[in-house]
């Protein structure tokens, strides 16, 4: 018996952090008889885990590092999975629930990219070849960009009710970790007279302008990975004019579940 899938257009990318929503829903599959081994991780079922490890094994395959377990996007999952099979229905959207992103967030998830693949079968070794055999699950499961998945997988009526709900995962740090990660970059870059300061922290808050002594050049930028600097940063530091520098994170933005950092480099 074949398959169908239907699939829903990407929302526009923005302009501060990349956003990828694909969201692809997988009609009832016929049966394909086998077996997986059963897991005695603790939260996990064994479905849950078999297409865990399935889609691992795809991305080692292909030379792509492994997706981490993220706890938050599980649960996220599963809540999702439930409604589905309590209503019997195939949706990534369900009347009355928010969209994907939302659900992740709410579930303590932080991301710059947000994915989803939904199934319903008769087991789990059904859904993962299905959705291999599929271009736009299949982009999902090895999107080189992604390094977080959460699964839920419950039993309904028709079968198994799946939900992989894939991100770029965003760490949860605090202004002072997060101070002291562009703080160890900017020392990397040459900056070692570098410290955190209250007067950056709060010129990070103001739209224009600074706070304290004035500096030579002022950097404001917000982001996702604080493992790199703005490249208009790199530069100044580069031509050698100045000496020391202080840096201030405040309180970033999240715009319809998606995660950033906000953060200023003041140079002297």
């Known amino acids: 018996m074949p398959f169908t899938v239907q699939f829903s257009a990407p929302v526009p990318t923005r302009t501060t952090f990349r956003v990828v929503f694909r969201i692809i829903a997988l009609a009832t599959i016929a049966l394909l008889i086998t077996s997986y081994s059963v897991y005695a991780q603790v939260d996990v079922s064994a479905a849950e ?4 490890d399935a889609l691992n094994r795809e991305r080692a395959a292909k030379g792509l590092p492994a997706l981490h377990w993220d706890a938050a996007l599980a649960a996220a999952a599963r809540e999702h999975a439930t409604r589905m099979a309590q209503g019997n229905v195939l949706s990534h959207q369900l009347p009355g629930e928010p969209q994907v992103q939302v659900r992740a967030t709410q579930a303590g998830a932080r ?11 008769p087991n789990s070794a059904t859904i993962h070849s299905a959705w291999m055999q599929s271009p736009h699950h299949r982009e999902n499961i090895l999107d080189p960009e992604l390094n977080g998945v959460g699964i839920g997988v419950v039993k309904g009526t028709h079968g198994l009710f799946a939900v992989q709900d894939f ?3 965003v760490a949860n740090l605090n ?10 970059n900017l020392n990397i870059h040459g900056m070692s007279v570098t410290r955190a300061t209250n007067d950056a922290r709060k010129t990070c808050e103001m739209a224009r302008g600074y706070t304290g002594t004035r500096p030579l050049s002022v950097t404001r930028f917000e982001t996702a990975d604080l493992t790199k600097l703005p490249f208009d940063l790199e530069q100044k530091l580069r031509s050698g004019h100045y000496h020391s520098a202080s840096v201030g994170a405040c309180e970033g933005g999240s715009s319809a579940g998606f995660t950033h950092f906000k953060l200023v480099v003041e140079l002297f």
């Open 49 to 52: 885990r078999a297409l865990f």
């Open 111 to 121: 991301f710059t990219t947000i994915a989803e693949n939904i199934a319903v079968a």
């Open 167 to 169: 991100s770029q995962t």
């Open 175 to 184: 202004l002072k970790q997060q101070e002291q990660q562009v703080i160890a």
